[in-house]
């Protein structure tokens, strides 16, 4: 197994993870973080494949679109907190009821 | 009593599994793509002389995909109007603007503010021949506005509503009339390398930096840098926390 495979599957592991965290968290911050881990696991696959090259610098392409969806889970992390703010403001809960 | 954790532990058992068929579906592709693959790092390596600057991501990022960032700039103003529409009062967050009366905060922020700034100056240049460019430096730009303003520094209260859309547009209106100043040259549209590769891709880096601190800013904090009108009609001189429209 090369070093760019081991790090695609510890992105993979971290997907599982994130992914089962956005579904099963109640707690809505929690919800928040865990769709972070989703999109910073798939951030490290990306990198991780384009480490692919057998010599020199790796491919440019996936860094760039990392840089995009950074960028964009930065923006989709603030609405999803604003949300989570003005459903606190109008129940008074950031849990999900049971 | 029993029928709610026997529910509890079949919905987890079968949020595991699904997460975990979907994991193992993922590493299994990942596992078939061959051991060694290039990429496009050859044909990017080939034409970077013609794209305007020195670095192969940044070049994929400004020029060769280009039309990717210019929607990516759009998307941005499109969510700092949403944070702006679900702004909510402080009752579960943080005041704006208020001072926090914290003696290490306020040591603290002097310190960096500085080191930030010159950061964020480098990171914007380096991006023609190193890692870096108007993402990166923008970013840096806004986690020091964040931190100022949370940590209850207002000095965005002078700034004009008219002035806070210009920052937010600033950006993208940039990178579209650099666009479309190519297609006035004679070229298609977004080919940087016709008019002045470099400058143009510069420019629009410039610009792009100070949308992007302004607006990643704004997501954080409420969606807004300066005050209401109404606020200031009212006779408020600092940005007020925002809340709910008064039914008067």
């Known amino acids: 197994m090369t070093s760019a495979q081991l790090f695609a599957l510890c992105g993979v592991l971290l997907f599982g993870w994130g992914l089962g965290g956005v579904i099963w968290s109640r707690h809505l911050v929690r919800k928040v973080i865990a769709l972070n881990v989703l999109s910073a696991s798939v951030f490290l696959i990306l990198v991780a494949l384009a480490r692919r090259a057998p010599s020199g610098p790796p491919d440019p392409v996936p860094h760039a679109m990392v840089l995009t969806g950074i960028v964009v889970s930065l923006s989709a992390s603030a609405l999803a907190l604003a949300l989570v703010r003005k459903l606190c403001r109008a129940t008074g809960k950031v849990e999900l009821p049971d | ?248």
């Open chain 2, 1 to 248: 009593m029993i029928q709610s954790t026997q529910s509890n532990s079949l919905g987890w058992l079968l949020v595991a599994l699904l997460s975990g068929m979907i994991s193992l579906v993922i590493g299994a592709a990942i596992l078939e793509l061959p051991d060694q693959g290039v990429g496009l790092r050859d044909v990017v390596q080939s034409h970077l002389p013609e794209s305007g600057v020195g670095h192969p991501v940044t070049a994929v990022l400004m020029n060769f995909r280009g039309y990717d960032t210019l929607l990516e700039l759009t998307v941005l103003v499109l969510a700092v109007l949403g944070a702006r529409v679900l702004a909510a009062s402080g009752e579960c967050g943080p005041e704006i603007g208020v001072p926090l009366q914290s003696p290490l905060l306020d040591g603290f922020i002097r310190l960096t503010i500085p080191v930030m700034l010159v950061m964020a100056g480098y990171l914007l240049w380096a991006g023609g021949h190193a890692p870096g460019g108007a993402f990166q430096a923008g970013a840096l730009l806004a986690a020091l506005g964040i931190l100022t303003l949370l940590g209850g520094h207002d000095w965005t209260h002078r700034l004009s509503e008219r002035g806070e859309r210009l920052l937010f547009v600033l950006g993208g209106a940039t990178f579209l009339l650099a666009g479309v100043a190519s297609l006035g040259a004679g070229g298609t549209f977004l080919e940087f390398s016709r008019v002045g590769g470099k400058w143009q891709i510069l420019a629009v880096e410039v610009a792009s930096t100070v949308s992007i601190a302004a607006i990643l800013t704004a997501l954080f904090t409420g969606g807004r840098l300066a005050p209401r009108a109404d606020d200031l009609a009212r006779g408020a001189t600092q940005l007020a926390s925002p809340r709910e429209p008064q039914h008067d």
